[in-house]
């Protein structure tokens, strides 16, 4: 039984994620002498989810460092040098809760979470009564705080945001906790929305999105500010908004850190890391600042910089690693951290003097993603049918089959067709000037192929 998907484990907590399962976890992941920092987001079910966990792991004979109602990186940062829990759903509904794994500042990857299942099923009795761990109460918030300030003004000074001001919506959600109290050591003149937590998400739903981030949108037009920032529940997204209001694509906001990472690194081949599903204008900006990028599937950023790290030879570095609204920066951890990416993003506004003009060089083509209705067991048949016939239906496309299939064309419009791995859809996604026709011809051949799996 396979219980992680792209995230860890995530779910509703009356069926799935429930206290049961949270022992287990713990149990499974606990080995004696070792010591596991648990953290948890501000969901109602978090504290029981969280007693069990630590019951669990202590009972395997792990000693446990609680550090309450943390963000997410919060928790990926006191794991360096020892593993993590993190109790949380991300942007999922309230109803819901779930389990995040790191070691060492970075996530599990398949083969950790595989073994984990393994342990799960085998039922592993507790630990001998005179082995079980400890647990006491640690404080991480201000110590990650510290060091996110550190390393932004390490990068960009020690007052970088003096002239900029900036709206955070929090969404009740734990970035609450971090990313206005980091703008403002950084200088800026901070606005925090909905920033009390509360797992309830009484103000907007815990995804930020254009329709959720509506109140947002209409503060920033109503008002004088440079820029606009959201969270999701857990603060390891991130969603950028310019000062009327409007949603900055999240692709546009990973082609332009990334461009700045590439610029500042004095690697011989510095390397960006993102996702099948990620927009050209991330490859063009990169290739102009003097970087390559490379893709991993949707999920494993981390799984991509151990790749890179492992197979590039000297003078590779990876700088950044982001999917859309999730960034890493390897030179701070190798976790996904929307607070960093709070500042960061704010410190390079600042720099450009507004989000206009850090936007003005990114080529924005229109964008679009589309589910075609495939059942779960046809997903794998279809995928094999598509390997052949979107290439033979656009010959003159650049293909690549490692994620998907992506086909990309000269004009650097690209199209990406894949399975779901949690609905019963295939999906599409694609950019070009020409959208629509692109969509309607590879839904066309999508349609196809699922006809003859069926």
């Given at each position: 039984?396979t219980?992680?998907?792209t995230?860890?484990?995530?779910?509703?907590?009356?069926?799935?994620?429930?206290p049961?399962?949270?022992?287990a976890?713990?149990?499974?992941?606990g080995?004696?002498g070792?010591?596991?920092?648990?953290?948890?987001d501000?969901?109602?079910?978090g504290?029981?989810?969280?007693?069990?966990?630590?019951?669990?792991l202590?009972?395997?004979g792990?000693?446990?460092?609680?550090?309450g109602?943390?963000?997410t990186?919060a928790?990926?940062?006191?794991?360096?040098?020892?593993?993590?829990?993190?109790?949380?759903?991300s942007?999922?509904?309230?109803a819901?809760?779930?389990?995040?794994?790191f070691?060492?500042?970075?996530?599990y990857?398949r083969?950790?979470?595989?073994?984990?299942?393994?342990r799960?099923?085998d039922?592993?009795?507790?630990?001998?009564?005179?082995?079980?761990?400890?647990?006491?109460?640690?404080d991480?918030?201000?110590?990650?705080?510290?060091?996110?300030?550190?390393?932004v003004r390490?990068?960009?000074?020690?007052?970088?945001l003096a002239r900029l001001?900036?709206?955070?919506?929090c969404?009740?959600?734990?970035?609450?906790?971090?990313?206005?109290?980091?703008?403002?050591?950084?200088g800026?003149?901070?606005?925090?929305?909905?920033?009390a937590?509360?797992?309830?998400f009484?103000?907007?739903?815990?995804?930020p999105?254009?329709?959720?981030l509506?109140?947002?949108?209409?503060?920033?037009?109503?008002?004088?500010?440079?820029?606009?920032l959201?969270?999701?529940?857990?603060?390891?997204?991130?969603?950028?908004l310019?000062?009327?209001?409007?949603?900055?694509?999240?692709?546009?906001v990973?082609?332009?850190?990334?461009?700045?990472?590439?610029?500042?690194s004095?690697?011989?081949?510095?390397?960006?890391?993102?996702t099948p599903?990620a927009?050209?204008?991330?490859d063009?900006?990169v290739?102009?600042?003097g970087?390559?990028?490379?893709?991993?599937?949707?999920?494993?950023?981390?799984?991509?910089?151990?790749?890179?790290?492992?197979?590039?030879?000297?003078?590779?570095?990876?700088?950044?690693a982001?999917?859309?609204?999730?960034h890493?920066?390897?030179?701070?951890?190798?976790?996904?951290?929307?607070?960093?990416?709070?500042?960061?993003v704010?410190c390079?506004?600042?720099?450009?003097?507004?989000?206009?003009?850090?936007r003005a060089p990114?080529?924005?083509?229109?964008?679009?993603?589309?589910s075609?209705?495939?059942?779960?067991e046809?997903?794998?048949?279809?995928?094999?049918?598509l390997?052949?016939?979107?290439?033979?239906?656009?010959?003159?496309a650049?293909?690549?089959?490692?994620y998907g299939?992506?086909?990309e064309?000269?004009?650097?419009?690209?199209?990406?067709v894949?399975p779901?791995g949690?609905e019963?859809y295939?999906r599409?996604?694609?950019?070009?000037?020409?959208?629509?026709?692109?969509?309607?011809?590879v839904?066309?051949v999508?349609?196809?192929?699922?006809?003859?799996?069926v």
């Amino acid at each position: 039984m396979t219980r992680f998907g792209t995230a860890g484990i995530r779910g509703p907590v009356e069926s799935e994620v429930t206290p049961e399962l949270a022992v287990a976890v713990g149990r499974a992941a606990g080995e004696p002498g070792e010591t596991v920092v648990v953290g948890r987001d501000g969901r109602e079910t978090g504290p029981a989810l969280a007693a069990a966990l630590e019951a669990g792991l202590a009972s395997a004979g792990a000693d446990v460092r609680r550090l309450g109602v943390v963000p997410t990186p919060a928790l990926a940062f006191a794991s360096r040098g020892r593993r993590g829990v993190m109790v949380t759903a991300s942007h999922n509904p309230p109803a819901d809760n779930g389990l995040k794994l790191f070691v060492d500042g970075v996530e599990y990857d398949r083969d950790a979470e595989a073994t984990i299942d393994a342990r799960i099923e085998d039922e592993p009795g507790p630990a001998p009564w005179d082995e079980w761990g400890s647990s006491e109460r640690v404080d991480v918030l201000e110590p990650y705080r510290e060091a996110v300030t550190a390393y932004v003004r390490d990068r960009f000074g020690d007052e970088p945001l003096a002239r900029l001001s900036v709206v955070v919506d929090c969404g009740a959600g734990v970035g609450g906790l971090a990313t206005p109290q980091v703008l403002d050591r950084l200088g800026a003149d901070v606005v925090a929305l909905n920033a009390a937590v509360d797992g309830h998400f009484p103000a907007r739903e815990s995804k930020p999105t254009p329709e959720t981030l509506s109140d947002l949108s209409a503060f920033l037009a109503e008002g004088s500010f440079d820029l606009g920032l959201a969270h999701d529940g857990d603060a390891d997204r991130l969603v950028v908004l310019d000062g009327n209001g409007d949603v900055v694509h999240e692709d546009t906001v990973l082609a332009v850190v990334a461009a700045d990472y590439v610029r500042r690194s004095e690697a011989a081949d510095p390397v960006v890391v993102t996702t099948p599903n990620a927009s050209a204008r991330i490859d063009e900006q990169v290739r102009a600042a003097g970087g390559r990028t490379e893709r991993v599937r949707l999920g494993a950023l981390h799984e991509g910089i151990a790749r890179e790290r492992r197979e590039g030879g000297d003078g590779t570095a990876v700088v950044f690693a982001a999917e859309p609204w999730k960034h890493v920066h390897p030179a701070f951890g190798g976790w996904i951290d929307g607070v960093a990416s709070a500042a960061v993003v704010a410190c390079l506004v600042a720099d450009a003097d507004s989000v206009d003009a850090l936007r003005a060089p990114v080529s924005e083509r229109p964008y679009r993603k589309r589910s075609v209705d495939c059942a779960d067991e046809a997903k794998s048949a279809v995928m094999d049918r598509l390997e052949t016939a979107l290439p033979e239906e656009f010959p003159d496309a650049t293909v690549e089959t490692a994620y998907g299939v992506r086909l990309e064309f000269d004009d650097a419009s690209w199209t990406l067709v894949r399975p779901s791995g949690t609905e019963p859809y295939v999906r599409i996604y694609a950019e070009s000037d020409d959208v629509a026709a692109l969509v309607a011809d590879v839904r066309e051949v999508v349609e196809r192929a699922i006809a003859d799996a069926v």
